[in-house]
């Protein structure tokens, strides 16, 4: 069976944390039932007694627990990468969910494909209250796709197989768009990709999460990594970044 390793990155989330873990744990225990083992680390950043409390509380579940301090997401993920053992990984930030039906899905496809590099799915959208609003699908993902027309991807539910991403090395450190710059690079070292036709996370999106903060340095990394993957400067995506980087300059 194929395994698994899911990497949580933490810092100062006590909000929603909680709902995290117990999504994570539920998971993994379903996944022992089956036979499948869920590896979870979770990368603290020294965060809040609040966090820290609930952390606790799901201590034997985690598998890898670290709590140091870092230099933001990207370092806590590829902290974590270290202790990696599942064929295959990911990582799940503390305010998201892991579908378990579109988990399995996934798990199914794996074990009887394990030439697969990079498994994604659908993402479900949620707001600040846990409520589910949409369903949003990146489509078929390609390199032309998301350095010339559109840079959206799927990274919530998505899974790496970890003896190809040990060969393309760690995240790079951008602050906003290294899952972007990624995938990126998945497409570059030609890894074989499979999308499910499932729902496989949610994404919680609000008003003070990084993605739903508005703020411009998130279009103008996408700007500058997908120059480095080959955006023209004539492309669909440049004309529509510089607008969406003024408009968020002006008006958020």
């Not at 590829?78 to 064929?87: M, T």
């Not at 209250?129 to 369903?135: G, R, T």
């Not at 998505?158 to 497409?187: C, H, M, V």
Request: glycine letters at 4%; hydrophobic letters at 35%; charged letters at 25%.
């Amino acid at each position: 069976m194929t395994s698994f390793s899911i990497i949580i990155p933490s810092f100062n989330q006590d909000k929603y944390i909680r709902e995290t873990l117990e999504n994570v744990a539920l998971l993994k225990k379903q996944a022992a039932q089956r036979g499948i083992m869920v590896q979870l680390i979770l990368v603290d950043n020294c965060s809040n007694k609040e966090t820290s409390n609930v952390i606790d509380d799901f201590k034997e579940d985690i598998d890898n627990l670290f709590v140091e301090k870092d230099n933001g997401q990207y370092d806590a993920i590829n902290k974590g990468l270290k202790h990696v053992v599942g064929d295959y990984w990911t990582w799940l930030n503390t305010d998201d969910l892991l579908d378990i039906d579109g988990f399995f899905k996934i798990a199914d496809v794996l074990n009887t494909n394990a030439n697969i590099d990079y498994i994604y799915g659908n993402v479900g959208y949620m707001d600040a209250h846990s409520k589910f609003y949409k369903s949003y699908t990146s489509g078929n993902l390609s390199l032309e796709k998301l350095t010339q027309k559109d840079a959206s991807i799927s990274q919530p539910g998505s899974f790496f197989k970890t003896s190809f991403t040990t060969k393309i090395g760690n995240l790079a450190e951008y602050r906003f768009a290294f899952d972007y710059e990624y995938i990126l690079r998945l497409f570059k070292h030609n890894a074989k990709i499979h999308k499910v036709e499932d729902n496989v996370a949610y994404f919680r999106y609000y008003d003070a999460s990084k993605s739903g903060s508005k703020n411009f340095r998130f279009l103008e990394e996408q700007y500058t990594i997908s120059k480095l993957y080959g955006r023209k400067s004539f492309s669909t995506l440049t004309f529509m970044l510089i607008i969406r980087i003024i408009k968020r300059r002006l008006f958020n």
